[in-house]
């Protein structure tokens, strides 16, 4: 992603409303750019948007952690923005990324695997890591 | 998608946290069943999944009229589910759906149209109706 002026990142959040969710939050959808499969969905604050739009790399805030948050910091799987999106009514973001390593922390590419079927959870994915060996890392 | 019993709605809507936004809601990801094409976030409440898994047709919660909503009601713009997925911390939903018409209420295939391109917004798609001839018909 081309990288973005101070001027225009600062326009570009004040087009955002940040009203809608406590704690004036944006969710945000994170798509691999390939692909299209849906990789997470999370919260970012302003902070968290203006880092992302900052550094090309995406930002965002842990409601319980209550911090800014670089996905990937301990884990090496960060996420590089191809393309930021926002929707008609500019109150959710979709970053479309390269996901280096996984987007899961419980070590799936994507957080979204359990899926309904016939009234239980069934796991439609595999494992690419092992949550164990990747965190100790750090 | 296959119908639910209540037993198993029951079951299924109990493994969900709607405990982290306001008035006890989850984020949905509504994602075209097809081409993965990211359609729509909206909110549902616990009445709203039910319904969703009820009927087959996506259901969400309208935060601004505080009401329960069925996707394409008014505009005969229906969201047939394929799928219904969780994440790995069972707090937000995906629907992979067939979307009958569009999505977007702005006369868009998606609701996300709007790319953020040197400081400006880039409209990345092109209108698929136009919203007055189809919300008129009510």
Redesign the interface.
């Known amino acids: 992603m081309?990288k973005?002026?101070k001027?225009?990142?600062d326009?570009?959040i004040n087009?955002l409303d940040f009203s809608?969710?406590?704690g004036d939050l944006v969710?945000v959808?994170t798509?691999d750019s390939q692909?299209?499969?849906?990789l997470?969905?999370a919260f970012s604050n302003k902070e968290a948007v203006r880092r992302s739009?900052e550094t090309g790399y995406a930002h965002y805030y842990s409601?319980s952690r209550r911090e800014l948050w670089k996905k990937g910091e301990t884990s090496g799987h960060v996420q590089e923005i191809q393309?930021?999106?926002?929707?008609?009514?500019?109150d959710?973001l979709?970053f479309k990324v390269k996901q280096i390593g996984a987007a899961?922390?419980?070590g799936?590419y994507s957080?979204?695997?359990?899926?309904?079927v016939?009234?239980e959870?069934k796991v439609?994915a595999e494992k690419v890591f092992e949550p164990e060996e990747v965190y100790k890392k750090q």
């Open positions: 081309k973005f002026s001027e225009y990142i326009k570009l087009l809608k969710i406590e969710p959808i798509q692909t299209n499969e849906i997470m969905l739009l409601r393309h930021i999106i926002t929707d008609c009514d500019s959710s979709l899961c922390h419980k799936f957080c979204f695997y359990n899926e309904f016939d009234g959870i439609i």
